[in-house]
């Protein structure tokens, strides 16, 4: 029925679908069988993720949470790299075991001047404080690539002129190149509901107020608007705007299954959301968040115990998708 050479090209076409690697075939997201991507327990807490996707890879970022024999916590930015949303590898720790630091809260990782830079907190609890002191910080680390990171460098958001002890306590950083001027970056940071800066070199900044906001802020473009999401006391509120700065009311408050994880009754929070709607392979958006189970015996225990890593997806940002979530009693 075919020539030679027809029925050679259709062998070279079928062979190349069996080699074909995993990133260059379409996903099935009925593979992630659980909306948890790390469960939390008694000892360890996952939290605030962060995920930058390259070269077929995610890389996914996020506080580690580690409760010590004297009823403190450790605070650590930990990583772990997956091919298929399904396959994680074992976190690995990337910032140092110190109180009076505890690096943590990964907001975004950003490329700029052929390097990777990661924004995140400092989260000092030296005496064994339940939240960060006075003395939290927002901070950027370099990489070549994705693995090894530079020293942090202390982001003075607030203008050269502030004294560090002046600026106030700041956490959950977010950075963002403007949409119309490219070259100009923004950072949200949690103080005073979200505040706001901007820089065109990441080293002089120049603060540009603040909006109503939770923690937690990530901010992605679509259709021509920004859209911020954020923690609010819980869920995840969602605003739009057609600025980085001028933010209003929300739109949505966001809670997923929420009423049926048990992991998650406390509170769901920090999502932050990847764009790949337009990658082949995946052709929505990714949304990373993480849950707190309630304590019976004590409702109002640490919301920091247990938290759990979580994933759902979307193709609009408005209507989400997660493992279970048709079989889910209504």
Same mark, same amino acid.
């Given at each position: 029925m ?42 360890y ?9 390259h ?11 580690? =409760? ?11 990583? *772990?790299? @997956?091919? &298929? $949303?399904?396959? #994680? !590898? %074992? ?92 070259? =100009?970056?923004?950072c949200?940071?949690?103080q005073?509901?979200?505040?706001? *800066?901007? @820089?065109? &070199? $990441?080293?002089? #900044? !120049? %603060? ?23 923690s ?31 992991w ?20 929505k ?13 004590n ?7 247990k ?6 997806? *979307? ?5 989400w998708? #997660?493992?279970?979530?048709n079989?889910?009693?209504?």
């Open positions: 075919y020539g030679i050479k027809t029925r050679l090209c259709l062998s070279v076409l079928f062979a190349l679908t069996l080699i074909s690697p995993a990133w260059a075939q379409t996903f099935d997201f009925g593979e992630i069988k659980s909306p948890i991507l790390f469960q939390g327990n008694y000892k807490a996952y939290r605030d993720p962060a995920v930058v996707y070269e077929g890879k995610f890389h996914l970022y996020f506080t580690l949470v580690e =409760k010590a024999k004297d009823k403190g916590m450790y605070w650590y930015t930990a990583q *772990s790299v @997956s091919e &298929d $949303l399904v396959h #994680w !590898t %074992y976190p690995k720790i990337i910032t140092p075991c110190d109180r009076n630091l505890n690096y943590s809260s990964p907001g975004n990782i950003v490329r700029k001047d052929g390097q990777w830079i990661m924004c995140l907190q400092t989260y000092p609890t030296p005496n064994k404080e339940r939240f960060g002191n006075k003395d939290s910080r927002v901070w950027i680390m370099r990489s070549e690539d994705l693995e090894n990171w530079s020293e942090p460098e202390l982001l003075k958001v607030k203008g050269n002129d502030v004294v560090v002890e002046d600026m106030g306590r700041m956490i959950d950083p977010y950075l963002l190149e403007d949409a119309d001027e490219p070259g =100009k970056w923004w949200y940071y949690k005073n509901g979200v505040s706001m *800066s901007y @820089s065109y &070199d $990441l080293k002089n #900044w !120049t %603060y540009a107020g603040n909006a109503h906001s939770g923690e937690n802020v990530t901010v992605i473009r679509q259709n021509g608007e920004y859209v911020l999401l954020h609010p006391r819980n869920g995840i509120g969602v605003k739009r705007s057609k600025t980085p700065q001028e933010w209003g009311e929300d739109e949505a408050l966001l809670t997923l299954g929420q009423k049926d994880w048990p998650a009754k406390r509170r769901l929070t920090a999502a932050t959301v990847v764009d790949l709607t337009k990658e082949k392979r995946f052709g958006y990714i949304m990373f968040f993480h849950g707190s189970p309630v304590n019976p015996k409702p109002r225990s640490d919301a920091h115990n938290a759990s890593l979580a994933i759902a997806w *979307s193709d609009d940002l408005k209507t998708t #997660w493992p279970g979530k079989s889910q009693p209504k």
